[in-house]
């Protein structure tokens, strides 16, 4: 069943995927655009990394509401972080620091979301109860996020069928985190209760380019309320993946849609190979029930080794062990990810648990890399009765960490006998991934005690419609009949500008291709001229549309009388230029032909040209081409 | 019709009830709800009783709760029953001769509860067994024997609980327990405190008094630090005093020893509201050792002797004196029959002119009045002032550097020992536990400012 071979990326196909039984859903969590913060009156979306104050926490796990405790909360506590959090004064309150109970959520905050639930095509829940949710890796001073599940069962239209979309939750946004050297793990707190919905899709995406594609869908769709927050980490995607025989693992945080295909790819990539490594043990006789593995403490061993990070923690007094897998020669080699092995399963959670995260944090026997001499491997396998076909790992640091990064070695180990561990990964800027914590279970959610259940009123639907964008594939749908030109359609589909398009097109009877140029090309034409079009906004759109319509401007004016406005900052009457009357306009003719006249002219073809363009040179925006053409016989084949 | 049992439908009245009722669906079915827009999956969840009658609360398989409009639903299918029950696991408190034994008295509050989410009601987690599973390391540190005295609310604790719980100390040092532990709410603890502070004196043994800020059943708690805290501070500490052991700063870094007597809660929420006032607390306390910052206290003995005189007489009320307060206060009070009012007046113990003939009232009533201050810190000063010489005429006690509500305390023990107003005098000015202080230490006012130059470096070097 495992014989398929991962192809470089770019030349999987989608049977391939198919092959492996390729499967993928997104969590996509999206900043909401409000004033303040979720459950305090904190400002939102000021980042700075000054702080005023700092204040040391701990994380304790607590029980679940089944009696016991939650894996990754364990996880966590075997870590015993110190976790740090830096406070500016501006953007925390003592809410953020839990030292104060929540406020009453914002109800901006809250319109906004259920505005996208709606135009996702949710139900929205008629009461909404806030839950917490644990994390224990300090991201949330709590301990916990607060969220709420306010709309469930929508759908997004993706290619000719529908995307389910499971549940939306309203949460506070966490930490950024700014270090997590040893012991110590810093946080910074500006962005921490900001308001952020969370999207879940259904896991029906089969190849990676389909993951991204149905991002950008979404993005779409939240884009067009013009509500949420643009720019670098305000969309965060989740990403899940398994294949056939897998586990459904979390990639977390994903910062850019780009990065999505290649990223699924190498966690298709790590499961499906990790399955091909359990047959490998399997053929070689290793299951969970055979699985060996053995410690020794080989501090006084390797006393006067060369290889600098072993000689750093010699001298430093630290602790060496050395850990023995049983029949796992070469397996530390296995490819898992394009260039990663299945050694980093291993680093990495040595890194995380037992807090070993200056790396390389250990070394082994498969390595090909020099670390230490053949003759000190030699050493070891004699002091430890290693075999042939067996695996050494070397790996050192205090006596607690040390203790506790065995431990992992092992476990980590001998999950490769029963397959796919559940975890949630981070993304790596090359499109791999590494591990960041067990993933957590349905036992870490609680209600939250401090607020309330909250009504969702008819009312307050009925407001929310009020200012509720039109969903922007039905946009697209009208654009494509209506015959805008293409490379408008999609842009004016999410525009602010897509109401005032409707209006120029229902009720002042525009051609629906001058308005949609006029909206989304000309803003462009003008920032190429080197004109600030910040100032821009819809009114004055709208001013000009309307003059246009009312034969105030001439279609050729459009582009400077827009651009006027633009450099102005403001619509006035003044822009729009008196149009000539008859007897300007021919002496204009006339003054242009003598000067034309004069001028000496080889190709006579063009002479038509050029006096077209010397009179709208003077004419532009007080007479329609169309009249000057006319006029002078001037038609442009 | 059978006899429908209200139990089966927990907070649950109105539409809601009905429609559960309609549909047979009692709290903890596992049920498929269809409505008007969609069908939900879940576990049926018992209501608070203070939400509304329209809705229905649902426990859906991600672990999140939604309530749905009661008016809406079609049709309930019913899959089974799954009754949640919340239990905290218990392991035998390991016993080791070498070590201290310590005794945990509860009376309540959430350093010694839990709370079951599903139905909101609160379980305490308080048997040894139960609190070794939660906290590990006091094993560490003592042999531990809990009793649950009471299960109230800190503001609920009264006479009754103080009084029992002075005897049940009382009981435990006869015993020979080498320190004592009193789980504790937080709103109330400085009043249980002060009490305890004069209900028994000489004790050879630490009693300390331990809450927590944050309940226990949230991961950045401060109830797991401030129980080893107060622990530790039991078992290994020389200190024989009523104390009250909670977070030092906000940061989990060490706790105080306060002063049973000196001690208040001054913020509703922050970790590190009990402060000292109008002097220092007694010690630090971290995880492995309890560091004086002061001389002058109580040192444990090994005996077990101990004095307990567990009375009280609840006649006496405070007064939070508020400028244009009309004399009908003090009236109503002489009016029902109370013995002693302690007046928290204003700067050096200030009340208004038109209270006068009140507090002549009250002297000739037989009503002791005794002033303190609504600065709380600083002494009460009667002679600079004339107001402060005329009140004195009419029979107003100066407190000195008494809190309020340590001088509502020691008032009610006082009259729960004697009537007569010149032996409950003499009991409340002769200091017994540092309630009055002969002087007040130049550092024991430090209330810092912030935005100030000096402060913001302070609090940035430090993580306060």
């Known amino acids: 069943m495992y014989d398929f071979i991962f192809k470089p990326f770019n030349e999987m196909t989608g049977a391939d995927y198919k092959k492996v039984g390729f499967k993928s859903g997104l969590e996509i969590h999206q900043q909401l655009l409000t004033e303040k913060k979720l459950f305090c009156r904190c400002p939102a979306g000021k980042y700075t990394r000054e702080f005023d104050a700092e204040i040391l926490r701990h994380m304790r796990p607590t029980l679940s509401e089944m009696g016991v405790y939650d894996g990754t909360a364990l996880m966590e506590f075997k870590t015993k972080k110190n976790i740090i959090y830096h406070i500016k004064r501006e953007t925390v309150c003592t809410y953020e620091m839990d030292d104060t109970p929540p406020f009453l959520i914002n109800e901006d905050a809250l319109d906004i979301a259920i505005g996208i639930g709606m135009l996702y095509n949710c139900n929205v829940v008629d009461e909404i109860h806030i839950a917490r949710k644990q994390y224990l890796d300090g991201s949330i001073p709590t301990g916990f996020q607060r969220t709420a599940i306010y709309a469930l069962d929508g759908w997004i239209p993706y290619k000719d069928r529908k995307v389910k979309i499971v549940q939306m939750s309203i949460e506070e946004d966490s930490c950024r985190e700014v270090s997590d050297i040893g012991h110590d793990r810093v946080y910074l707190t500006d962005r921490l209760g900001m308001p952020l919905i969370e999207t879940v899709t259904e896991p029906a995406m089969k190849t990676p380019q389909e993951v991204a594609e149905v991002a950008w869908q979404c993005s779409k769709l939240v884009r067009s309320t013009q509500k949420v927050r643009r720019g670098m980490g305000a969309a965060r995607e989740d990403v899940n993946v398994s294949v056939e025989g897998g586990t459904r693992v979390e990639i977390k945080g994903v910062p850019q849609i780009t990065l999505i295909p290649l990223l699924t790819y190498n966690e298709a990539m790590r499961q499906w190979n990790l399955l091909r490594l359990r047959e490998e043990l399997k053929n070689r006789g290793i299951t969970s029930e055979t699985f060996k593995a053995e410690s020794y403490d080989i501090t006084k061993l390797l006393k006067k080794v060369h290889y600098a990070p072993l000689k750093n923690a010699a001298d430093l007094g630290m602790k060496l062990s050395a850990v023995v897998l049983k029949g796992f020669k070469d397996l530390l080699h296995w490819q898992t990810q394009t260039d990663t092995y299945f050694s980093k399963e291993i680093s990495d959670r040595v890194r995380v648990i037992a807090c070993l995260t200056n790396i390389p944090n250990l070394i082994h026997s498969d390595s090909k890399s020099d670390t230490i001499t053949s003759a000190d491997w030699l050493k070891i396998k004699k002091f430890t009765n290693a075999a042939d076909n067996d695996t050494m790992i070397i790996v050192w640091g205090s006596e607690d960490d040390v203790q506790t990064a065995v431990k992992e070695i092992i476990i980590r180990a001998k999950e490769a006998t029963i397959g796919i561990p559940s975890e949630t990964r981070q993304a790596m800027s090359d499109g791999t991934n590494g591990f960041e914590r067990i993933l957590p279970g349905a036992d870490r959610m609680y209600p939250d005690t401090d607020l309330p259940p909250k009504k969702i009123t008819k009312e307050k639907i009925q407001q929310i419609k009020s200012w509720l964008p039109e969903q922007f594939w039905k946009r697209i749908e009208w654009y494509i009949k209506l015959q805008i030109p293409k490379d408008t359609i999609e842009e004016l589909s999410i525009s602010p500008y897509a109401e005032l398009f409707k209006k120029a097109v229902n009720d002042w009877k525009i051609n629906p291709t001058t308005i949609a140029v006029f909206l989304i090309q000309y803003p462009k034409r003008l920032r190429k001229r080197g004109v600030t079009t910040e100032w821009l906004n819809e009114s004055m759109f709208e001013e000009i549309l309307k003059s246009y319509a009312d034969k105030k401007i001439p279609q050729d004016a459009l582009l400077t009388t827009f651009q006027t406005v633009a450099e102005l900052g403001m619509f006035t009457e003044e822009v729009i230029q008196n149009p000539a009357n008859e007897k300007e306009v021919d002496e204009m003719i006339n003054s242009a032909k003598s000067d034309c006249y004069k001028m000496t002219i080889y190709n006579q073809n063009s002479k038509s040209i050029l006096l077209m363009g010397m009179i709208m040179k003077k004419l532009r925006g007080k007479v329609p081409a169309k009249v000057i053409a006319d006029k002078i016989g001037f038609s442009n084949k | ?464």
């Not at chain 2, 002075?166 to 603890?189: F, L």
């Not at chain 2, 009537?419 to 002969?438: R, S």
């Open chain 2, 1 to 464: 019709m059978a006899e429908i049992n209200l139990e089966d439908y927990k907070g649950y009245r109105g539409v809601a009830l009905n429609t559960l009722q309609k549909f047979k669906t009692p709290i903890w079915s596992d049920v498929e709800i269809l409505t008007e827009e969609g069908s939900f999956k879940g576990l049926i969840l018992p209501r608070s009783e203070t939400a509304d009658e329209f809705h229905i609360v649902l426990k859906m398989p991600i672990g999140y709760n939604i309530g749905i409009a009661a008016e809406k639903i079609k049709d309930v299918k019913i899959f089974g029953r799954k009754e949640a029950h919340y239990k905290i696991p218990e392991k035998d408190f390991p016993y080791d001769p070498k070590k201290p034994n310590v005794k945990l008295l509860g009376t309540g509050g959430t350093i010694a509860s839990r709370l079951d989410y599903r139905t909101g009601a609160v379980i305490p987690a308080f048997s040894p067994g139960e609190l070794y599973g939660s906290v590990p390391e006091l094993a560490d540190i003592c042999n531990l024997d809990t009793e649950k005295l009471y299960g109230v609310f800190s503001e609920n604790m009264g006479p009754e609980q103080w009084i029992g719980l002075a005897e049940a100390i009382g009981r435990e040092i006869e015993k020979g327990v080498q320190g004592i532990v009193i789980g504790h709410g937080t709103d109330t603890m400085h009043h249980t405190a002060a009490i305890l502070s004069f209900m028994v004196q000489d004790s050879p043994v630490p009693i300390v008094m331990v809450g927590s800020q944050r309940s226990s059943d949230r991961p950045s708690s401060d109830a797991a630090l401030n129980l080893i805290h107060s622990v530790t501070t039991a078992a290994i500490s020389d200190i024989a005093e009523v104390m009250v052991c909670m977070f030092g700063p906000t940061s989990d870094m060490y706790g105080l020893l306060h002063r049973g007597t000196r001690v208040r809660k001054m913020h509703s929420s922050y970790r590190s509201t009990f402060r000292t006032i109008g002097d220092i607390p007694i010690a630090t306390v971290s995880r492995d050792k309890v560091t004086p910052i002061r001389d002058d206290y109580k040192r444990r003995r090994f005996d077990n002797d101990v004095k307990v005189n567990a009375v009280f007489d609840d006649r006496v009320a405070i007064v939070y004196y508020y400028p244009n307060m009309k004399p009908d206060m003090i009236d109503s009070l002489i009016d029902n029959g109370y013995k002693g009012i302690v007046i928290a007046g204003t700067g050096l113990g200030h009340v208004n002119k038109p209270l006068y003939p009140a507090l002549k009232r009250a002297k000739e009533k037989g009503v002791a009045v005794y002033m303190t201050v609504q600065t709380l810190w600083g002494y009460v000063q009667m002679y600079v002032y004339d107001t402060g010489r005329d009140m004195m005429e009419l029979g107003v006690i100066p407190a000195a550097n008494m809190l309020p509500e340590v001088a509502y305390m020691k008032l009610g023990w006082a009259f729960g020992q004697t009537d007569d107003l010149e032996k409950v005098k003499e009991i409340m000015l002769t200091p017994i536990a540092g309630e009055i202080t002969e002087r007040e230490p130049s550092n024991g006012y430090l209330i810092y400012q912030g935005g100030l130059p000096e402060v913001e470096e302070f609090i940035k070097q430090y993580r306060k």
